[in-house]
């Protein structure tokens, strides 16, 4: 088969279209031939040497597709060759072939195509497990999320708005603010423009956000805690601002507020699987019926993912840049 290699870290460039060994599927995996998968953040970072995959992970860039079973490996159950699936992975989506733990598989959604469905497992899995199972957002309160026109962003609006919360966002540009508002924001920040604290302030009437989704990491830390309502809790989920930042814990302990930092790519077999088994629970009924959608920016041909990573690091989609195998 093929796949994506980085024979040397790099940019855009170092991404090179090469035959590689097909996958075997291993005790409760599954063999999955990929139709298409996603760009996202860490693959360009695995792309610059940053962000190696776990142990026995895939070598190849991908964290999700969506494509057909072709074999199964020993143990697995509820599954059969022919089964059309999307799937959360630790790697390797970025080829014609993969292996997958069962419990990482969801059923391709009713009504959408393979192209719409590789623009949701890592999303939907990172933001039902961290805005949700996490952070815990309830009905009624707000959540401020960071960089809303991203894929992460779309994805959390919509599931944010499906279960009564109030939505803030921002974003950099009033075309990327508006995408915002179709899909439900109800308060929208340009960052370049306003200070998100002040603004948040002025749109709650002085409460902040109870939930606060972020991106960028050290950059934000501070004013994240300041925008934070009583009993608020701020989940750091990227590091695009940086690593290290000063706190005022006296701003955390006034508020009674928490700063969580997750991941998902690392995590053991068994987190993913109850990730993924209550994104089928919650989710996918939410999909199927149509309330939450896809939102895919552009598809482009898996042999030209360096196109892919290319409008990423631009900043030029608003969702999820797709990649058909």
Known sequence: MHAMTIPVPGGPEALVWAEVPDPVPGEGEVLVEVAATAVNRADLLQRQGFYNP??????????????????????VAGWAVGDEVCALLSGGGYAQRVAVP???????????????????????????????????LRPGETVLLHGGASGIGTMAIQLAKAVGARVAVTAGSPEKLARCTELGADIVIDYREQDFVEALREATDGA????????????????????????????????????KGELDLNTLLRKRAA??????????????????????????????????????????PLTDAAAGHRVLEAGEQVGKVVLTA
């Open 259 to 300: 700063v969580i930092a997750t991941n998902l790519r690392g995590r053991p077999l068994a987190e993913k699987a109850a990730i993924v088994a209550a994104v089928r629970e919650h989710v996918w009924p939410l999909v199927e019926s149509g309330v939450v959608k896809p939102v895919v920016d552009r598809v482009l």
């Open 102 to 136: 069962s419990g990482q598989l969801l059923p391709l959604p009713k009504g959408l195509s393979p192209e719409q469905a590789a623009a949701l497992p890592e999303v939907a899995c990172t933001v039902w497990s961290n805005v949700f199972l996490t952070a815990h």
């Open 208 to 243: 902040g956000a109870d939930v606060i989704l972020d991106i960028m990491g050290a950059k934000y830390l501070q004013r994240n805690v300041d925008a934070l309502a009583v009993n608020g809790r701020l989940v750091v989920i990227g590091l695009q601002g940086g690593v």
């Open 54 to 75: 776990p142990p026995g992970a895939s070598p190849y860039p991908g964290l999700e597709c969506a494509g057909r079973i072709v074999a199964l490996g020993p143990g």
